[in-house]
């Protein structure tokens, strides 16, 4: 009697246990139905299935307006990928339902159920202002209206520019040309609205291609200025035997370095304008190089570096006062290597100007400035042969051609009617 006993009370843990193994510990489960929420014109889901093998058949099925339509029928895998189209499907924009099925010995059923919302129209991307030309090396502005709320970017050869908002559906973008674009490359705006549904709109626009000089600066008989600028740059000792090297690691690793980092604080840009009307040129100063120019620097005619220059060097008497271009705000005051000790000053929506080779700063980070306010005087601080202001402008991070910004015809044709908050113009 009692082992009778003992034989039954085993057999129902057997039969506990495999219930449990297969009803619990191994039941098929969707992982990621919530990828429904929202269908786009075209949606890719990697639908993951635990413990597939278990389950004899996968249903994925949209319903809607009392129709069902399906999107997949067939064996469960890890990992199935769907590809819905549902305009293809014949789905109306809307709500709708997606069920997802999995089927166990023909008799158990998981069911999942989801509520989608299904848009299948892009963002439509109406181009209310460009400039009529811009130049590789120069800025632009564009103003866009969007039918609907959208993630917008400015893409200008491959970079990135952001979009700010003026008022409703109404955006500007501010952008630089880098100086290699050419008239093959494209401006385009990138649209995104909530879903996923992308619109890609190039942005009519001519390029006028500047040609940027080329100079060669033969470096033999410069080593008597240059070996202890060198020196101190590096914060080693540099001598005739080691120049060259030397004048490497600066002009190229170090530059790299004190580039990026002007491009890092140029992405921090304040989303609001601090200025007005034409930027500022240094005061009585004589253009002494330009921007853009490439530099090939040789030693007894043997190409060692080049680099590029991206401000202008503007050269008045020693020490002369330094002048905030326009108004705006402090964002960096320092010696940044071969800059020297520089001064950044964001304009707001992206738009820096930054002033290199000083000899002391006026102003300290985190204050405001107006234009023409001194902010320091002029130096050879950094890799400066003789005393200068080095003035650049860059967006978002970008150095362009300060030349425009000195301009306020320029600024009032191809700026201003893209980025004032009126809508009449
Ligand atoms: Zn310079």
Avoid at 24 to 49: M, Q
Avoid at 120 to 140: D, E, H, K, R
Avoid at 332 to 340: A, C, D, N, R, S
Wanted: charged share 25%.
């Amino acid at each position: 009697m009692k082992k009778k006993l003992i034989g039954i009370l085993l057999v129902l843990v057997v039969i506990v246990a495999l219930g449990f193994y297969f009803l619990v510990l191994t039941k098929p489960r969707v992982l990621n139905v919530e990828e429904f929420s929202s269908i786009p014109r075209k949606k890719i889901v990697r639908l993951k299935i635990e413990h597939a093998d278990k389950a004899q058949l996968l249903r994925v099925l949209i319903l809607q307006n009392g129709k069902e339509y399906v999107v997949y029928e067939g064996k469960p895998m890890p990992e199935v990928l769907l590809e819905i189209h549902p305009k293809k499907l014949g789905l109306k924009e809307g709500e709708a339902e997606v069920v997802i099925e999995l089927s166990r010995f023909y008799f158990l059923k998981e069911k999942y159920s989801i509520r989608s919302h299904i848009d299948y129209t892009p963002p439509l991307v109406n181009v209310v202002f460009s400039p009529y030309a811009v130049m590789n090396g120069g800025s632009g502005a564009v103003r866009v209206s969007v039918s609907e709320e959208s993630d917008l970017k400015l893409s200008v050869k491959d970079l990135i520019f952001p979009f700010y908002k003026i008022a409703g559906n109404t955006y500007f973008s501010l952008f630089g040309v880098p100086i290699d674009f050419s008239p093959s490359d494209s401006i385009k705006i990138i649209a995104k609205d909530k879903v996923g549904n992308e619109s890609v709109v190039l942005v009519p626009v001519r390029i006028r291609q500047k040609h940027y000089p080329v100079y060669k600066i033969e470096l033999k008989g410069r080593e008597k200025v240059l070996i202890p600028k060198l020196s101190s740059l590096l914060g080693e000792e540099i001598n005739k035997s080691n120049f060259i090297q030397a004048f490497k690691k600066v002009n190229e690793d170090l530059r790299r370095e004190n580039e990026e980092k002007i491009s890092e604080i140029g992405k921090k840009s304040e989303e609001r304008i601090y200025w007005s009307g034409k930027f500022l040129q240094l005061k009585n100063s004589k253009v002494v190089s330009l921007y853009g120019e490439k530099r090939i620097y040789t030693y007894g005619g043997k190409q060692i570096s080049t680099s590029y220059h991206w401000g202008y060097d503007l050269a008045s008497v020693k020490n002369s006062p330094v002048e905030a271009s326009n108004s705006g705000r402090v964002v960096f005051t320092g010696f940044l290597g071969i800059y020297g000790n520089t001064v950044i000053i964001d304009h707001g929506y992206g738009l820096m100007s930054i002033y290199s080779h000083l000899a002391e700063f006026r102003v300290k980070e985190g204050d405001i400035v107006k234009k023409g306010q001194i902010i320091g005087v002029t130096d050879t601080t950094g890799l400066a042969f003789g005393d200068h202001l080095h003035f650049g402008i860059m967006i978002n991070g970008l150095p362009v051609n300060p030349i425009e910004w000195w301009d306020k015809k320029w600024i009032k044709n191809n700026i201003l009617p893209a980025i004032q908050s009126s809508t009449s113009r």
